[in-house]
């Protein structure tokens, strides 16, 4: 993963990202974390280490 380091400094605090920008379209508010079908939900800690994205395993279906 090429990043810079305040953005990896920045990554390395958070447990979960939501990924995705909120489209009205898709709006389904009986999502967990999330307003719209179109985003993820990632988990940063697993993902660093596997660097590639790595659902949040906890997530709700």
Do not use: C, H
Not at 13 to 30: H, M, N, P, Q
Not at 35 to 43: A, E, L, P, T, V
């Amino acid at each position: 993963m090429q990043e810079s380091y305040d953005k990896l400094e920045l990554l390395s605090e958070l447990d979960i990202l939501v990924d995705g920008r909120f489209l009205e379209a898709k709006k389904d508010l009986t999502l967990q974390f999330r307003g719209s079908s179109n985003q993820r939900i990632i988990d940063v800690p697993k993902s660093l280490a596997a660097n590639q994205v790595v659902i949040w395993d906890k997530l709700l279906r």
